[in-house]
Nanobody, 125 residues
Framework: VQLQASGGGLVQAGGSLRLSCAAS????????VGWFRQAPGKEREFVAG????????LYADSVKGRFTISRDNAKNTVSLQMNSLKPEDTAVYYC???????????????????WGQGTQVTVSS
């Protein structure tokens, strides 16, 4: 599956952004999708993930209650709604996919086989 991330930008602290990950490939709906981020000088980290059906999601503690992941399999897209943004959310955000028809969502980078290009999110204080 091929992935294309979009929706990044510059926003003030407290603001919102919505990222989108467009997937292509006839089996795109058979993939669990995760969002990761990487800030300068830091390792890439898990942000949120959703299973193939949208019935199960998982969030990093740092974004719980502020970010919401969702998917529309009819449109082959996964979205990440980011509210109450903080300067520490500044990073390049990546979407990634792993083939899975289970309800399990995993947070390890190595479990994801397909990656999109990043989209920059900058939150000013």
């Amino acid at each position: 599956v091929q992935l294309q991330a979009s929706g990044g930008g510059l926003v003030q602290a407290g603001g919102s952004l919505r990222l989108s990950c467009a997937a292509s490939g006839h089996t795109a709906s058979s993939y669990a999708v995760g969002w990761f981020r990487q800030a300068p000088g830091k390792e890439r980290e898990f942000v949120a993930g959703i299973n193939w059906s949208g019935g199960t999601s998982l969030y990093a503690d740092s974004v719980k209650g502020r970010f919401t992941i969702s998917r529309d399999n009819a449109k082959n897209t996964v979205s990440l709604q980011m509210n109450s943004l903080k300067p520490e959310d500044t990073a390049v955000y990546y979407c990634a996919a792993r083939y899975s028809k289970s309800g399990l969502v995993v947070s390890r980078l190595n479990n994801y086989s397909s990656w999109g290009q990043g989209t920059q999110v900058t939150v000013s204080s």
